[in-house]
Every structure is written in structure tokens, then in C-alpha cells.
């Protein structure tokens, strides 16, 4: 029996159209896949930026809630925790309120700032607040006032004013640069957020001189105060004026440096007195410190 044998040349026009065919189907399906394959999304590597936050040691002090005036005894004071940065606080301020607890504030401390040692003291007599603010060599004397020789309440504790003699025809400087410790028994500054109260009384702090020249003036007439700025340092150019003043009339300045004569004229029942003062004769009626009148 015969057995055909093709060849090769001849399987090859039916073999060669079925790999085509298979190839375009694995072609399609490997197409297929990659699109069908879920998306990597690479994004670059992303660092975020370091935040460096500065911190400073805390110290937490006590500070008063509102303002204290001197005098008051600490025990009475409201406090408040606070906290400061340590390189801030002066090392003076008080963390710790224990070791004055028993003492009275001898200065006005501010609301919501730290405490000082210097601010209290436990001395019993700085329980008057006046006392302790009499430095050595000086006096506290007590004058009464009304609203027009206090200034309506101006010259409070903490002013300064001069004190005036006014007597009927005259007026005389007889203080300068006074300050004033108390009115009406507070040594709380005046608050310039409402009208002042008029005392009835002020505590003065004065030279031993002065204590002197006011106490010897007060019989003689009328004391006034003259309120003047802190940072004034002038002294009054004249430190008298008389009635004849108003009138044209002239008189001599009291004051022991510009006068440097006097002379007094008797004419029937009256007098004239003359000093010269600032190298000129002008009339005075009272005989000028440092000189005498020889009377027969």
C-alpha cells in the first residue's frame, strides 16, 4: 500500500496563515492586559520642612492683680500666678512671697509686674507708711487746707508745692519745693481719671528750717499752696509782694543777697523806709533780714 508523504514546500501556504492568526491574538491579548493593569502613580519623594519652635525657661512669680498702695500689709494683697521667662526676671524679683509675708509694702506696686525685696519691709513702724518715708534730718508736720489753698485737691500725696503766707498786705514765700507725703491721711497719688477729693488736712515733708518758718506763719495769717511741676528746680525771683504793689507802688525783694542797704525817714507822724535792693532805692514797709534799726 502507498503512503503519501508531503513535504515541507507544501504544508507551508495552510501552517503559515494559523501562526499569524495565533500571534495577532496573543498580541491583542498582552495589549488587553496592560491596559487593563491598575495605574502606579510615582510621585516624587517629598520632605517636609523641620519647624524649630523657640522655648525659654519659665520661672512662675507672684504678681499683685491690681495696683497696691503703700502701706498695705502683704497678707491683704491679691496675687496671681504668673509665668516669665527666666532670662527676663531680674534675679531680685520674689518667686516666692513667703519672706515678706508678715511686712507692709513701703512703695505703689503695679498691677500684674514682680515684687521686690526692696518693695516691703518688715520693720513694725512701716505699718505707718508715712513714717517710712521720712529720710534722717527731715520732719512730717500736718497743715490744714480748703479747696483753695489745696489747688481743689491737686496738691495731693506725691506733689510738690511752695507754701505761701498770706497775710493782709502782704504774701511771703516762706517754702519751697515741699513735697507732699499724705492728704487727708492717703498716700495714694491723686488719679487723674476723675476730679480729686479736697482734703481737709496734708502731711508735708519738710526741712527742720522749714518746719520752723511755717509753724512760726500760721498765727500770722493765711497758708497758701503754690503747685509747681516735679521737674522744676527754679527758686521764686521774688519771695514778697505788698499791697502798694497794686496800687504802682514798689518793694523790695526779700532776699538777703539783692539788698544791700537800708535807711528809714521819719517825717512828723510818719515814717518812710527805703532798701536798696538790686543797686536801687525802692520803698518797703518791713525792715529786711540781716539788718537792725537803731531806735531813740
Known sequence: MAVRVQSARALRPRVLPQLVAALGVGVALAVAAFQLRPAVVVSPKSESAPVVVGEFDTVTVPVPVSFVPAGT??????????????????????????????????????????????NFSLIATAQNPVVERIPPGMRAMTVRVDATSAVEGWAGSGAIVDVLLVEKD?????????????????VAPVDGSSAPNVPNTVTLLV????????????????????????????????TLYTADRLHGGRSAVESKANINGYVSVQRSQKTDSFALANGKWVR????PEGFLVARE
Open 207 to 238: 526741712t527742720q528750717e522749714q518746719c520752723l518758718a511755717i509753724n512760726t506763719a500760721s498765727p500770722r495769717g493765711r497758708l497758701a499752696f503754690a503747685l509747681r511741676s516735679l521737674s522744676d528746680e527754679d527758686a521764686w525771683h521774688e
Open 170 to 186: 502782704r504774701t511771703t514765700v516762706i517754702a519751697e519745693r515741699v513735697k507732699i507725703l499724705s492728704a487727708e491721711r492717703s
Open 73 to 118: 500689709k502683704v497678707r491683704d494683697i491679691r496675687l496671681k500666678q504668673v509665668a516669665f521667662p527666666k532670662h527676663q526676671l531680674p534675679e531680685s524679683a520674689l518667686v516666692s512671697i513667703q519672706p515678706v509675708l508678715e511686712g507692709v509694702t513701703v512703695a505703689g506696686l503695679p498691677a500684674n509686674l514682680p515684687l521686690f525685696r526692696e
Open 284 to 287: 518797703t514797709d518791713s525792715v
